[in-house]
């Protein structure tokens, strides 16, 4: 039973996925401003913080702009994220929300290899082999 509602989640996880990527277009953006956001320190004590860039592309002939998550930077050194301004990104967003908007390679990739889905959907094969192997003595067994 369990390792039937991993393998459901793992596929509401990828139908979910796959729709959001059927709703989506993608448009090319240029950065208007970049900032810092709060200082995050992981549990190996090394501290980042995240970058925002205030980004500008039009839908339909109308300019939109959205806040997207430029990436992470670190402590150590200069951040080149902050230097973003007036670059060009690739951004993708929702045709029913197109002030949505993330950077197009934050969604890239299969849904399969989302990593929801490889743990959920590994776990229910393994409980489902389980319950196979068992069934399998319980027949086969004197």
Same mark, same amino acid.
Request: proline share 6%.
């Given at each position: 039973?369990?390792?039937?509602?991993?393998?459901?989640?793992?596929?509401?996880?990828?139908?979910?996925?796959?729709?959001?990527?059927?709703?989506?277009?993608?448009?090319?953006?240029?950065?208007?401003?970049?900032?810092?956001?709060?200082?995050?320190?992981?549990?190996?004590?090394?501290?980042?913080? *995240?970058?925002?860039?205030?980004?500008?592309?039009? %839908?339909? &002939? +109308? !300019?939109?702009? =959205?806040?997207?998550? @430029?990436?992470?930077?670190?402590?150590?050194?200069?951040?080149?994220?902050?230097?973003?301004?007036?670059?060009?990104?690739?951004?993708?967003?929702?045709?029913?929300? *197109?002030?949505?908007?993330?950077?197009?390679?934050? %969604?890239? &990739? +299969? !849904?399969?290899? =989302?990593?929801?889905? @490889?743990?959920?959907?590994?776990?229910?094969?393994?409980?489902?082999?389980?319950?196979?192997?068992?069934?399998?003595?319980?027949?086969?067994?004197?």
């Amino acid at each position: 039973m369990a390792g039937l509602a991993c393998l459901a989640v793992a596929g509401v996880t990828v139908a979910t996925r796959t729709a959001a990527e059927r709703r989506s277009v993608r448009a090319t953006a240029v950065v208007e401003s970049t900032e810092r956001g709060a200082f995050v320190e992981s549990e190996s004590g090394q501290r980042s913080f *995240p970058v925002y860039g205030q980004a500008r592309y039009d %839908v339909d &002939g +109308s !300019p939109v702009r =959205s806040t997207v998550r @430029l990436g992470r930077c670190g402590t150590a050194g200069p951040c080149p994220l902050l230097e973003r301004r007036d670059q060009q990104v690739a951004v993708v967003y929702d045709v029913d929300r *197109p002030g949505s908007a993330r950077l197009a390679a934050s %969604v890239a &990739g +299969s !849904p399969w290899l =989302s990593p929801l889905v @490889l743990i959920f959907g590994g776990l229910g094969l393994l409980f489902l082999a389980a319950a196979a192997v068992n069934f399998a003595v319980e027949i086969w067994s004197p």
